[in-house]
């Protein structure tokens, strides 16, 4: 069987993510299966989802997807590199064919010459004084200026990171770029699309209509029900775990923890230490060297306290199973012949007897992310712990039109 991956957070899913899946389904001969590699209850940004990741599944499926697998915590939680690398060893070890991905401009062909370049460049970081990316981005402008419009775009980067790791790979993907439609970087609420985060903004108010047209009309009820029960991630909450473990931990044990390297964890604990809220912490850590989003997953990392050692490991292997959250009838024989080449994990109990002692603690770091996340919820209601261990994949019927 042929199938199309797509990397995705869905945090939520809307509209734009809608028109993305749709175009891959139109391109694409009609029994290809598109499978979607989405980051669980913490995401790049470095934080927790909005919404579980069961929903956001099952959205994706509504919506075109036939198969939603998790992207393990140790790479959703990763920078822009480590991210991709994760979501495309994912996608080959599952016997996926193809990798596509939205972008503003420019084709696979461009992608990957930008990549085949920026493997070939070398870095001295300690001379930098901006971001990986940033600094990634000026090399390459410097290397392939006829290139350089490309790597402005706000999903360029990914694109980038994507065609870096499928270069990587023993036997390489094919590569499928998608024009999109909207931008990350659109905030308002007034065109036709908008970004996740714009929708997020308005979604912690409460749903309303102006909201609800970048959502896809089968989702919108349960993202509405979700809202009036308090079932999503309360970010002050959240906020208020991290200020406390960075109370808490002193500079010699943050060392211990990825990324506090070069004095950060003495910043780090300085800060915490001193300031009220979590938004005042990270704000007087801020420097241009530093991404946000990096400090922001500092910060899940106190939380969740993984090791280097541990990271180091997943970077080197990379991830060891499949862990499916929702499928339908056509994902399901995608399912039966991943199985035969590469672990498939639908319930936590399995572990043992099929998975390496790396994909254990792979899944460990997942059930604990999808741990803080649910004691993240507005609603205490909602807040029971080890939902990994009594929530089922879930199955939705194609519609006839889709079979």
Same mark, same amino acid.
Not at 98 to 103: E, M, N
Not at 247 to 266: D, H, I, K, V, Y
């Given at each position: 069987? +042929?199938?199309?991956?797509?990397?995705?957070?869905?945090?939520?899913?809307?509209?734009?993510?809608? #028109?993305?899946?749709? +175009?891959?389904?139109?391109?694409?001969?009609?029994?290809?299966?598109?499978?979607?590699?989405?980051?669980?209850?913490?995401?790049?940004?470095? +934080?927790?989802?909005?919404?579980?990741?069961?929903?956001?599944?099952?959205?994706?499926?509504?919506?075109?997807?036939?198969?939603?697998?998790?992207?393990?915590?140790?790479?959703?939680?990763?920078? =822009?590199?480590? !991210?991709?690398?994760?979501?495309?060893?994912?996608?080959?070890?599952?016997?996926?064919?193809?990798?596509?991905?939205?972008? +503003?401009?420019?084709?696979?062909?461009?992608?990957?010459?930008?990549? $085949?370049?920026?493997?070939?460049?070398? #870095?001295?970081?300690?001379?930098?004084?901006?971001?990986?990316?940033?600094?990634?981005?000026?090399?390459?402008?410097?290397?392939?200026?006829?290139?350089?419009?490309?790597?402005?775009?706000?999903?360029?980067?990914?694109?980038?990171?994507?065609?870096?790791?499928?270069? @990587?790979?023993?036997?390489?993907?094919?590569?499928?770029?998608?024009?999109?439609?909207?931008?990350?970087?659109?905030?308002?609420?007034?065109?036709?699309?908008?970004?996740?985060?714009?929708?997020?903004?308005?979604? $912690?108010?409460?749903?309303?209509?102006?909201?609800?047209?970048?959502?896809?009309? =089968?989702?919108?009820?349960?993202?509405?029900?979700?809202?009036?029960?308090?079932? !999503?991630?309360?970010?002050?909450?959240?906020?208020?775990?991290?200020?406390?473990?960075?109370?808490?931990?002193?500079?010699?044990?943050?060392?211990?923890?990825?990324?506090?390297?070069?004095?950060?964890?003495?910043?780090?604990?300085?800060?915490?230490?001193?300031?009220?809220?979590?938004?005042?912490?990270?704000?007087?850590?801020?420097?241009?060297?530093?991404?946000?989003?990096?400090?922001?997953?500092?910060?899940?990392?106190?939380?969740?306290?993984?090791?280097?050692?541990?990271?180091?490991?997943?970077?080197?292997?990379?991830?060891?199973?499949?862990?499916?959250?929702?499928?339908?009838?056509?994902?399901?024989? !995608?399912?039966?012949?991943?199985?035969?080449? !590469?672990?498939?994990?639908?319930?936590? =109990?399995?572990?043992?007897?099929?998975?390496?002692?790396?994909?254990?603690?792979?899944?460990?770091?997942?059930?604990?992310?999808?741990?803080?996340?649910?004691?993240?919820?507005?609603?205490?209601?909602?807040?029971?712990?080890?939902?990994?261990? #009594?929530? @089922?994949?879930?199955?939705?019927?194609? @519609?006839?039109?889709?079979?």
């Amino acid at each position: 069987m +042929e199938a199309i991956a797509v990397i995705a957070e869905f945090n939520p899913f809307h509209t734009g993510h809608a #028109y993305l899946l749709s +175009e891959i389904r139109r391109q694409s001969p009609a029994d290809t299966a598109v499978i979607v590699i989405m980051s669980g209850a913490f995401v790049q940004r470095g +934080e927790p989802a909005l919404f579980d990741k069961w929903h956001r599944a099952c959205w994706a499926v509504r919506s075109g997807a036939d198969a939603v697998f998790e992207l393990p915590a140790v790479y959703a939680l990763s920078s =822009a590199a480590g !991210f991709a690398s994760g979501g495309v060893r994912l996608a080959c070890r599952l016997g996926c064919t193809t990798l596509a991905c939205g972008v +503003e401009a420019g084709t696979a062909a461009d992608f990957l010459r930008l990549g $085949k370049t920026a493997l070939s460049l070398s #870095y001295d970081e300690s001379t930098k004084t901006a971001t990986a990316g940033r600094n990634q981005t000026a090399d390459l402008a410097k290397a392939l200026p006829e290139l350089a419009g490309l790597l402005e775009q706000p999903n360029a980067l990914l694109a980038l990171e994507y065609a870096k790791a499928i270069l @990587a790979l023993p036997s390489p993907l094919a590569m499928q770029t998608i024009p999109r439609r909207g931008s990350h970087a659109e905030n308002s609420l007034d065109g036709p699309f908008t970004s996740a985060s714009a929708i997020r903004r308005e979604l $912690k108010k409460g749903f309303s209509a102006r909201v609800a047209v970048y959502l896809p009309p =089968a989702n919108r009820s349960d993202i509405e029900a979700l809202l009036k029960a308090g079932s !999503f991630t309360d970010y002050d909450r959240y906020g208020d775990f991290v200020s406390l473990e960075g109370r808490l931990l002193t500079p010699e044990q943050l060392c211990r923890l990825p990324a506090f390297t070069e004095g950060l964890e003495n910043r780090w604990h300085k800060a915490f230490s001193t300031l009220s809220t979590y938004d005042e912490a990270l704000s007087a850590i801020k420097t241009k060297r530093y991404a946000f989003s990096r400090l922001c997953r500092m910060g899940a990392y106190t939380v969740l306290q993984p090791s280097q050692d541990f990271f180091n490991e997943s970077y080197q292997e990379g991830p060891q199973y499949g862990r499916i959250l929702a499928f339908n009838e056509r994902g399901a024989a !995608f399912l039966k012949q991943a199985k035969e080449t !590469f672990p498939i994990i639908t319930r936590p =109990a399995q572990a043992k007897k099929i998975l390496s002692p790396l994909g254990q603690a792979q899944l460990t770091f997942d059930i604990r992310a999808d741990d803080i996340q649910a004691l993240s919820f507005r609603n205490a209601a909602y807040r029971q712990g080890r939902r990994d261990y #009594y929530t @089922a994949p879930r199955y939705l019927p194609q @519609a006839n039109h889709e079979r």
